[in-house]
């Protein structure tokens, strides 16, 4: 073994990938987690099942690992600077702090000259009748959204009526995009203008859910460079450790614009573990923990399929796979609508 102890929060499909990659590594892993059916514990060395405040149990995780990275982006904040004040945490907590919140988000993507949808913050239900211009567009929840969560089409301002928007919460109204295609470009940032990027991957939602990614993108040479320029500009204006994942929307007039970062490996991400010589995983791994980097080089073109819900069930029973393809199965024990229960990639 190794004698890195990394501690990693959040124990589900993200977390247990991370966690394969640096046992790869012979790092010892120990997983923090609120879910006590948390797939990660099937591959870590420890794993400790408390909620996000259970002061007693952070301090017993923190004692134990050298130094800490997490799966999701919406831990406290407040949570995560103390666990810095004692072991490292990379990324480091600010980056959360921006992230975290849909605004501030946008606001420091827009300081470098980078383009998103027009936005509005939404307190109160008079802040909407207010901004016609931004319709039709989505009113989304400020922070804690995912896969969709708290999200809202507004086409007009008869929707504002009928839709019953719970206002204890704060709100931002994104104007609607003409959408021809989603890409995401995801980076490992190692230190100083030192980075490996992935080339764009080209994603379909279904429900507002990623249900397929694929590389390579049918996107313009300008698009291919413009996001990755982008994607390594706001790594290295966030001063980012590890893997990181920005999300683009292309508009039909084939303009560009930033949707949204995410502060850890990403879903789209997933057909690197067989389409690269190292995966996002394995990179995120090798940034915080201070290992080599090695260039990037793609093996294959690759698809990749969600399977969502029920879907899992059959490549569960049935698992005939040709040889270009890889069946993960998240080990999640109980199949729900909308959650993401494994993925299916091809090399193509
Ligand atoms: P989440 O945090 O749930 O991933 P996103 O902001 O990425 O939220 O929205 C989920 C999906 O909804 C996007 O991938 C896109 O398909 C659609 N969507 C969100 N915002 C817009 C917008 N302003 N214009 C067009 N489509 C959007
Ligand atoms: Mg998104």
Redesign the pocket.
């Known amino acids: 073994m190794s004698n890195i102890s990394l501690g990693i929060i959040g124990g589900g499909q993200l977390g247990s990938m991370l966690t394969v990659a640096a046992k790869k590594f012979d790092i010892k892993v120990v997983v923090y987690c609120d879910d006590k059916d948390g797939p990660a514990q099937n591959f870590c060395d420890e794993y400790i099942h408390a909620s996000y405040n259970d002061q007693n149990k952070i301090n017993e995780f923190v004692q134990k690992v050298d130094l800490i990275t997490y799966e999701f982006e919406n831990i406290p904040y407040q949570t995560l600077n103390e666990m810095n004040n004692s072991k490292p945490v990379l990324p480091k907590p600010s980056v959360n702090r921006i992230i975290q919140h849909?605004i501030a988000e946008k606001d420091f993507v827009n300081k470098f000259n980078i383009r998103t949808?027009r936005y509005a913050v939404v307190e109160k239900k008079s802040d909407l009748e207010a901004l016609g211009d931004l319709l039709p567009?989505?009113l989304?929840t400020t922070t804690l959204?995912?896969?969709?969560?708290g999200?809202y089409p507004i086409k007009s301002h008869e929707d504002i009526e009928k839709l019953n928007i719970d206002f204890s919460k704060e709100y931002i109204l994104?104007?609607?995009?003409k959408?021809k295609q989603?890409i995401s470009v995801i980076v490992t940032r190692f230190g100083v203008n030192s980075y490996e990027v992935y080339e764009p991957i080209e994603?379909k939602?279904e429900d507002?859910i990623?249900k397929y990614s694929e590389i390579p993108a049918n996107i313009s040479e300008n698009i291919l460079n413009q996001s990755k320029e982008w994607a390594t500009l706001l790594a290295e204006e966030l001063k980012y450790v590890g893997t990181m994942c920005v999300?683009f929307?292309v508009d039909r007039n084939d303009n560009l614009y930033v949707?949204?970062i995410a502060p850890r490996v990403h879903n789209s991400g997933h057909l690197t573990i067989n389409a690269f010589n190292v995966s996002q995983f394995e990179n995120h791994i090798r940034a915080v923990c201070k290992l080599d980097r090695i260039p990037l080089k793609k093996l294959s073109n690759a698809k990749m399929i969600n399977l969502i819900g029920e879907d899992i069930l059959h490549y569960r029973q049935n698992p005939t796979l040709e040889k270009n393809q890889f069946f993960f199965d998240y080990l999640k024990k109980e199949v729900k609508k909308k959650r993401k229960m494994g993925h299916l990639t091809t090399l193509i």
Not at 145 to 149: F, S
Request: glycine content about 12%; charged content about 35%.
């Open positions: 849909r949808t567009g989505i989304k959204g995912y896969d969709g969560k999200q994104e104007r609607l995009i959408l989603e994603n939602h507002q990623l999300e929307f949707n949204e």
